[in-house]
Structure formats: C-alpha cells, structure tokens
C-alpha cells in the first residue's frame, strides 16, 4: 500500500493534475496554453500526445477564424459593389415604368435605356460567377507532387509567351535543377493571373523572375506601367478591388485576390509592390 501511494505521488500525482487541468481548458474552448511535463516515462508520453492534440485543436480554430473573417470581407465587398449596378437598375426601370404609359420617350431613347439596363445585369450576372469561383476556392486542397523545376519553369515561360502577346517579355530564372514539391496546377493558375494583370497595365515590358529557397518557389512579375495607388498598395489583394472602374469593363477584380488564397492554401504569400523605376511588382511564394 506504502509502495503504491509512492509511486503515485512520485509518478502519477503531477501529470494527473495537469492533464486534468489542460482538460478543462480545452473544454471551456481554451487552446493558449501549453502543456509541458518533461519525462520519457508512459504518462510523459501521454502528455505530450494531448499536447500535439491541443496543437492541432489550436491550429485549426485559427484556421476556421481566417477562413470566416475572410468569407466576412468577401460578402462585405460583394454587396458593397452590387450596389451600384441594382441601383442604376432601379433608376431606369422607374423611368421607363413613368414615361411609357405617356410615350413620352423616343423608340431609340428605349432602346438605349434597355441596352444600358442589360448591360448592368451582364455585370450582376459577373459578380455572381466571380463570388462562386472565389467560394470554391476556400474547398480546394492543396496536393503537393515532386515537380522538376525546368520542366515547370519551361511550362511557365511558353505560357508567358503566348499571354504577353506583342509586349517584350523578358524572363530571370536563378533557380538551380532539381525537383520541389508542388501543386503544379495551383502554381499555374497564380502564374496566369498574374501575367493576365501585368498584360493589362503594362506599357510594353513585362519582366518576370523564378527564384527558390531551401523552404519558397518564387515568382516575380512586374510591368512597366503606372503601378500601384496608394490604395492599391494597400487594397490590391482585397476582393473586387479595381484600380480603374469603368462602364462596361467586365474585369472583375479579383485575380489577385484568387492569388492571394491560393499562396496562402500553399504555405506561402503574395506581396505588391512598385517598382522605383516604375510599374508594379507582384510576388507569389510558395512553399515546397
């Protein structure tokens, strides 16, 4: 009985009582914490298999409160820019419903209201598909396969050739052979968006840079055009940021947002910048 009562006070008492404590906590929905009991024995081992448990508890309450703080501003923004379309909408339909009966207004006069009407609802229309593609994009697993680094950087290189058109494109590859671990279609998609963005703005260059480290796979692109806003600078990765709104410009504004997600989904990031001597400069990180 002696024997016993040691070998619980000596072995069991202490891991007992923070196990039990760290149980509380994590009931009362409390993850800043950390548990530590330093020993090789069984209840170390246990103690620190709940740890790793509170870890991965921690990690993803983190993960589900980015994803519904991002999902806040995306609704946010959506109904920020429906607003203008539906009302420019409600504007001529009031007309036309208070000058028909009368036939007051020209044939070509409603014509033009019409035309001008259903060119707001090709946009609503837009705006609608843009919210589902970025939606899908939060159920998107990245899949992470050895990719040779020539190979891909080869694909990249001939897709900018094509996109960029009649604009001198000029391409800086430092990275050494070798394979990386990548989701080659997600890098693909980042890569368009952004050469799809440089080819809108640029005046003639387009400059792109593939760099790694032991941990990123980089991607520079930058253009020789008027560059970044100070509100872009700040707002460029938000969700249906435009630099220039304009009627009948169909461009949704949100690449960089689609780039911004799927850097993130890939362990990396996605920074904007102007270059000093002119233009925008956009990074995608990746990691392998």
Not at 173 to 178: A, F, K, L, P, R
Request: with cysteine; glycine share 6%; hydrophobic share 40%.
């Amino acid at each position: 009985m002696v024997c016993a009562f040691l070998f619980y006070r000596r072995k069991l008492k202490k891991p007992i009582e923070l196990l039990e404590a760290a149980y509380r906590k994590v009931a009362e929905n409390d993850l800043d914490f950390v548990l530590r009991y330093d020993s090789l024995d069984e209840m170390g081992k246990l103690c620190e298999a709940f740890e790793k448990m509170r870890r991965s508890l921690s990690e993803n309450n983190r993960e589900m409160w980015r994803q519904m703080e991002e999902r806040k501003r995306l609704n946010a923004a959506f109904s920020h820019d429906l607003r203008t379309p539906l009302t420019v909408l409600k504007g001529h339909a009031s007309m036309l419903l208070s000058s028909l009966p009368q036939h007051s207004l020209p044939q070509e006069e409603v014509i033009g209201e019409v035309r001008t009407m259903a060119a707001h609802i090709t946009r609503l229309e837009k705006y609608v598909e843009a919210m589902t593609q970025l939606q899908r994009l939060e159920d998107i697993e990245i899949r992470r396969e050895p990719v040779d680094a020539a190979v891909l950087i080869g694909a990249l290189e001939e897709t900018a050739g094509i996109l960029c058109g009649d604009k001198t494109l000029l391409s800086h590859d430092t990275v050494e052979g070798g394979a990386f671990r990548l989701d080659e279609e997600a890098v693909s998609q980042v890569f368009e968006n952004l050469l799809s963005n440089a080819v809108r703005y640029a005046e003639q260059k387009i400059e792109i840079t593939f760099r790694t480290s032991a941990q990123f796979f980089c991607i520079e692109v930058s253009d020789d055009g008027a560059g970044f806003s100070c509100a872009g600078l700040e707002q460029a990765t938000a969700p249906f940021y435009r630099e220039k709104q304009e009627f009948g410009d169909l461009h949704m504004g949100i690449g960089l947002n689609i780039c911004k997600i799927l850097c993130i989904k890939h362990g990396g990031y996605l920074s904007v910048a102007n270059r000093k001597e002119g233009g925008a400069c956009v990074t995608a990180v990746f990691a392998v």
